[in-house]
C-alpha cells in the first residue's frame, strides 16, 4: 500500500485512537499537562504550524518549515559507499539505536529482540519519517511528529514507514489514550521541543505500569530556532523526576548528533510499578543488529 493511501486510512487501523474519547473524558476533556493550543504542520513543503483553533503560528512555522528543510534536504543528498541513499543510511542508524536497546535488555540477539516486541505496543515521539519503531514488528507501532502530514505529502516515508501509524501531534499534546504504550522511544528529539517537560509528562501518561522510555538527548548550552531548550545531565534528570519515571540505565560519551553540542547521553527509564527489570549497567551494543527489521 503506498504511504499516502496508508496515512489515509489510519483512523481505521488504530484501535488507540478509539480509546482517546473516553481518556478525554475521565481528564476533563483534554490531554492533562497539555499546552492551551496546541501545534502542528498542516500541509505540505509550502504548509503552515496551526493551532488547534486554526490560527497559523509564524513562529512555529518557520522552526517546523527548518525541521522539514533538513529531511528534505537530507532524502536528497547521497550517503557514503556503505549506505547511497536515504533509506539505506536510516536503516543503518535506526538498526543501530534498536541494537543498543537490545543490548540494555540483556537480549543476546536481533531475535531476541524481535520476540520480546511482538505483544508490545509502541510510541515514537519526534521521530522524523523513518522512525526507529518502523523495523520492528510489534503489536502497534504509532509514530508522533508535528510534521506527519508534511513528510507523507512530500514522499518522504520510505515504503517501510508506511505500516506504522503518523499522528500529527506536538510532544506536548499527544491524542493518544493514557497507558496505550508499553514502549516509548525519543531519539534526539527533547531540545527540538516548545516544552519538554509537558513533552516528558505526556510519554509518562502514556506509559503502562512499569512501561519504558528508550531516550537519547545531546547536552549543550547553544540554542537556536529548532534547539530551543538546550539540554544538560541536571536538566534532563529534572525533567524525568517530574514526569515520575525512574532511570535504569544511562551512559554519556564524547560526540553527539549537533555540531554545537560537545556530549550526548542515552538512558532507559521506566515507570515504576512491581519488581524492577532488569538490564545492563555498561554501554553497549548486540554484535550484529543487521537482522532488525529483516522480514
Known amino acids: 500500500m503506498p504511504a499516502r493511501d496508508a496515512f489515509e486510512t489510519i483512523s481505521q487501523r488504530l484501535d488507540a485512537i478509539a480509546r482517546i474519547a473516553a481518556d478525554r473524558a475521565a481528564s476533563g476533556g483534554a490531554a492533562p499537562n497539555s499546552l492551551e493550543s496546541p501545534v502542528a504542520w498542516r500541509g505540505g513543503i509550502n504548509g503552515h504550524a496551526v493551532a488547534a483553533d486554526g490560527r497559523v503560528d509564524d513562529r512555529l512555522t518557520r522552526k517546523l518549515r527548518g525541521e522539514l528543510s533538513f529531511w528534505v534536504d537530507d532524502a536528497a543528498t547521497p550517503g557514503s559507499d556503505k549506505r547511497r541513499d536515504f533509506d539505506d543510511r536510516w536503516t543503518f542508524y535506526q538498526r543501530q539505536r534498536l541494537g543498543e536497546l537490545a543490548w540494555t535488555l540483556r537480549l543476546e540477539s536481533s531475535a531476541a529482540l524481535a520476540s520480546w516486541m511482538r505483544d508490545r505496543s509502541v510510541v515514537e515521539v ?66 527540538h521541543v516548545e516544552d519538554p517537560t509537558l513533552a516528558m509528562r505526556e510519554m509518562s501518561r502514556l506509559l503502562v505500569p512499569g512501561g519504558l522510555v528508550w531516550l537519547l538527548v545531546d547536552l549543550m548550552d547553544y540554542r537556536d530556532q529548532m534547539h530551543p531548550n538546550p539540554m544538560s545531565h541536571e536538566r534532563l534528570a529534572s525533567i524525568l523526576r517530574d514526569a515520575g519515571v525512574e532511570v535504569l540505565y544511562q551512559a554519556t560519551w564524547d560526540g553527539a548528533s549537533h555540531p554545537e553540542a560537545k556530549r550526548q547521553t542515552r538512558l532507559l527509564a521506566w515507570k515504576p510499578s512491581g519488581e524492577k527489570p532488569a538490564v545492563r549497567t555498561e554501554p553497549g551494543r548486540i554484535a550484529d543488529s543487521s537482522g532488525i527489521g529483516t522480514p
Do not use: T
Request: glycine share 8%.
Open 126 to 191: 519526534g521521530g522524523g519519517p523513518f522512525p526507529g519503531v518502523s523495523l520492528l514488528s510489534v503489536k502497534r507501532a504509532i509514530a508522533v511528529d508535528p510534521l506527519a502530514d508534511a513528510y507523507v505529502s512530500a514522499g518522504l516515508v520510505p515504503a517501510r514507514a508506511s505500516r506504522v501509524v503518523h499522528v500529527a501531534a506536538p510532544a506536548e499534546r499527544i491524542p493518544l489514550a493514557r497507558a496505550s504504550a508499553d514502549l516509548v522511544i525519543c531519539e534526539n528529539c527533547l531540545d
